[in-house]
């Protein structure tokens, strides 16, 4: 099995496969240096679609993701924090691990620090140099003579003579050529440096990666990725790095997720449309939501991210939700009606095929779509059989195991999001329905919703309907349906 993914290096969509072994993915990570906002899980999310689409097509992974650790603005925050930069970074990096887990994005294998990692980034500016593509300069920094890589351009299609007259000569006077990139910066006074054999400094950024990957993966990757502003430099950058280290290819495959876009404007702090996750979820917006939008538009797709989006994509899942558990816990007649049966067939194919053809994940969310509006009739006029209903739900679960919206996580997200709002002093931000449905904890909210059953049971509408008013105070919704009686927090 194999799925067909766009090749941003050879500009055509072709099988994505492993050379041996389970498929050596790498995938840039975060820079440290604040919470992640909505742009960054864009490219998580769908890396995360990647992921679970081979995993489910029995596609072994090895996947690693660095973590930046050290970069400019890391140092010049943890710098105005007063703090060294290991712990001014560990407070985001964590707080990212949390957003991962609280999206539903699966842990790559291997996560890989920069800051573990710098002989391994020495190392390969030593063999740079020993073959003629590093020099160091006068004050102590290291770079990378870019015209000894003819190669150079050929990921983001540049030409040298462009990127020469393009770049930017005013940014470091040492350099041999002003297109030349840094691989190792000598210390700044009042800076963290490492002492090596290079010279005291630290890394440049993308000397990270090269290292990185080469370290945990080998030298030839199956599959690189990241955003699609890495293309040019970063990512280019890395191969001159790699390929000219090992004179090897460095990746067979690059996918590169389009840059969202909020409110039709580039997201940025000035245009006041910039999010964070937790932004949202002090919004009282549900992780799910956020995760089923930031995904439902095919990664190679301009995202156009809005509130009114959101609230579609809220809906979407309460209502994927509301048939999965009518499908699960309907009392259906035995047998299987074969219309039903031929379109549920016909919706897997689609679904399979959609992911398979670039991750397009629009069509593959339509699929199911398509069903839910056809077995939902079928059930209403008595034509949903007991066979039907288990088809039906192993192919939800199928759909799941990629989008995995299914399961009901939200008050729990919400619970955290806000005792950590607590604790960083941002719970002025949460609406007041949110911190209204803190007050009561499942539990309790379940004891109310059983007793206003049994009121209803014993005639005590009075009652029931006192019970419904409260809980619907703290932003608490009771449905009440023939198979019992569910609650959601809003
Ligand atoms: P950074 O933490 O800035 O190094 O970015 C982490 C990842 O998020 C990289 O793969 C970036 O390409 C990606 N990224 C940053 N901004 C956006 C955006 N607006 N849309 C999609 N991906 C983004
Ligand atoms: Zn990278």
Redesign the pocket.
Known sequence: MSIQLFNTLSGTVEPLAAASGPLRMY??????YDY??I??F???LHIDVLRRTLLQQGIKLNHVMNI?DVDDKIIRNAAEAGVPIGEYTKKFEQAFFEDMAWLGIQQPEHIARATEHIPEMVHLIETLEKRGYAYKAEDGSWYYRIEKFPEYGKLSKKDLEGIEQGARVDVDEYKDSASDFALWKAPKPGEQSWQTEIGAGRPGWHIECSAMAMKILGETLDLHA?????MFPHHENEIAQSEGATGKPFAHHWMH????LVEGR??SKSEGNFYTLRDLLLKGYKAAAIRFLLISVPYRHQLNFTFDGLMESTNAIERLRTFHQRMKTGKWAAGSNAEISTQTAHALQEYDAALANDLNTAEARAAIFDLVRSANSAADAGQLLAENASEIVRLLERFDAVFAVLEDKDAETTRAALAWAESAGRIGEATPELLAALSLGDDEVQALVDERTQAKASRNFARADAIRRELLEKGILIEDSKDGTRWKRK
Not at 226 to 230: C, F, K, R
Request: include cysteine; hydrophobic fraction near 30%.
């Open positions: 995938v840039c990570g975060p820079t440290v992640g906002h742009g960054n864009r490219t998580f930046t990241g955003g699609e502003d890495l997720v389009r840059f969202l580039k997201m």
